[in-house]
């Protein structure tokens, strides 16, 4: 959708948003009322003429690591979580498409009944004509995060900035929710946030990242509008760059 005319031009006009599955789960795996709050924003976002790309994880249904630490193999466990963020993909489009928002779900691993397999020209055509793109299955390997997906999602479709949203508005110095004096960062290299370890990502994708000069916005997906104001150019959460 092409932006309104006479509205103040945008710090960016293609995002990947990173949505953890956890963003999703309430008490219950699915919060109907959460994801729709979540579907209203990114509604907002959209209708700003920003071409979307999201990536959903998966950690409200499986974790390959916790499934592996109770024995199970981890490739097995991996794929299981892969899975599951095709359900969240499903879930989602559902959403959207009830807010009359175009998507499409595309996945890294072939289930051609229920959605296009990912293939980066296609992507980026869907791109084009305004639909948003559901980006679902990881990688499509095991041992990777929807983390790395989301950061090779973003580099394929040219994104101008990847969007993390999380449960915390930024990047701290330790975690907040246990060291209530922990520093939060207005900006940050991804250089230090290697060096000093701090928990934004895996540094697999802190490395795709950094590597390719893709900056990253972390915030909290519970702010009202967060988003939007990060593609209006306004300071919110933390920036990677
Ligand atoms: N996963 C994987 N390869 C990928 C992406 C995900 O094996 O490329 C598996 C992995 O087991 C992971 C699970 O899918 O634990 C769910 O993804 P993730 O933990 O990244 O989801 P999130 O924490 O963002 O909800």
Do not use: W
């Amino acid at each position: 959708m092409p932006a309104a005319e006479g509205a103040p031009p945008l710090a960016y006009s293609r995002i990947l948003l990173k949505l953890s599955g956890e963003a999703l789960a309430g008490e219950r795996a699915f919060d109907f009322d959460k994801v729709k709050q979540f579907a209203d924003e990114l509604a907002e976002v959209v209708n700003l003429g920003v071409s979307v790309g999201l990536v959903i994880g998966g950690g409200n249904i499986v974790r390959g690591s916790q499934l592996a630490a109770m024995g199970m193999y981890r490739v097995a466990a991996d794929y299981m979580g892969m899975l599951g963020t095709v359900i969240n993909a499903l879930f989602l489009q559902d959403v959207l498409e009830k807010k009359n928002i175009d998507t499409r779900v595309l996945t890294a691993i072939r289930m051609e009944e229920l959605a296009e397999p990912y293939i980066r020209r296609r992507a980026l055509r869907h791109l084009e004509k305004g639909r948003l793109l559901i980006f679902a299955a990881g990688t499509g390997n095991p041992y990777f995060s929807t983390d790395t997906a989301a950061a090779l999602r973003a580099i394929q479709i040219k994104a101008d900035v990847m969007i993390k949203a999380t449960s915390v508005d930024g990047v701290y110095s330790a975690d907040p929710k246990k060291f209530p004096n922990a520093k939060r960062y207005e900006t940050i290299s991804y250089r230090d946030v290697m060096l000093e370890e701090l928990g934004v990502m895996d540094q697999t994708a802190v490395t795709l990242c950094k590597e390719n000069s893709l900056p990253l916005i972390v915030l909290n997906i519970h702010e009202r509008g967060a988003v939007a104001r990060a593609i209006r150019g306004e300071r919110v959460g933390t920036i990677v760059t």
